[in-house]
């Protein structure tokens, strides 16, 4: 149990256009999901949170108007780099944690972007 | 902001040879949760300690929560080379919902 799945796992993109990215949990109900975006050797930044049918809540600089997210189901959020640039290429990982156990979160295998 | 930094940022050892890494938090946490990434993969929940001065054991692995709840530590004893990877820990402020902060991370190489 406890399955979240991303889609696409790797996308190339021209600078310039704007990628989505889907996080979706299997198996069970998110109230809330994570999005995070490493770096090669680097940790987990939080970008994100992200609540069913209300506004995400975004990290301190990180631009809203960059990156879109829509959590509209219990099982389904996506994350939108809008006009992608090459300093987005980076691996985007989404969490969910279920509505029964709010303190641990379920990783998805993540999405590299390589904006050209 | 809070900061959780880990300690050795790399570390190889020998195979059967034992492991530990390191985890401070510049602020008191409500719990600490501990990940394992292997190269290419995606992090995945190894475990949870929520009380102050609390040791678990995963077969191999032992986890400690420092007795002030900001430090924690995960040693792995008679290393394989399964075990390579990156550990993560990550905590949760009181308050801070079921956010994490994760920390800088050990990579672990494994030798045979």
């Known amino acids: 149990g406890a399955v979240v799945s991303q889609h696409p796992s790797r996308v190339i993109c021209k600078s310039g256009t704007s990628v989505k990215i889907e996080c979706r949990s299997l198996?069970?109900?998110?109230?809330?999901m994570f999005w995070y975006r490493q770096f090669p050797k680097q940790s987990l930044m939080l970008m994100a949170t992200?609540?069913?049918?209300?506004?995400?809540?975004?990290e301190q600089g990180v631009e809203k108007d960059k990156f879109l997210i829509n959590h509209a189901s219990l099982t389904l959020s996506t994350l939108t780099v809008t006009s992608a640039h090459p300093e987005d290429s980076s691996f985007y990982i989404c969490?969910?944690?279920?509505?029964?156990?709010?303190?641990?979160?379920?990783f998805g295998p993540g999405t590299r972007l390589l904006v050209l | 902001g809070q900061q959780v930094m880990q300690i050795p940022q790399y570390q190889h050892v020998q195979e059967g040879e034992d492991f530990t890494t390191y985890c401070n938090s510049s602020?008191?946490?409500?719990?600490i949760q501990w990940y394992k990434q292997r190269p290419g993969g995606h992090p995945v929940f190894l475990i949870q300690?929520?009380?102050?001065?609390e040791v678990k054991k995963q077969k191999r692995l032992t986890f400690q929560f420092g007795e002030a709840k900001k430090n924690s530590s995960l040693h792995i004893t008679a290393t394989q080379t399964t075990d390579v990877g990156t550990y993560f820990c990550?905590?949760?402020?009181?308050?801070?919902?079921?956010?994490?902060?994760f920390g800088t991370g050990t990579q672990l190489k494994v030798e045979l």
């Open positions: 300690l929520v009380k102050s001065g």
């Open positions: 602020t008191t946490l409500s719990n």
């Open positions: 992200s609540n069913e049918g209300s506004k995400a809540t975004y």
């Open positions: 990550a905590g949760g402020l009181t308050g801070g919902g079921n956010k994490l902060t």
């Open positions: 969490s969910a944690s279920p509505a029964e156990d709010q303190e641990t979160q379920y």
């Open positions: 198996d069970f109900q998110a109230t809330t």
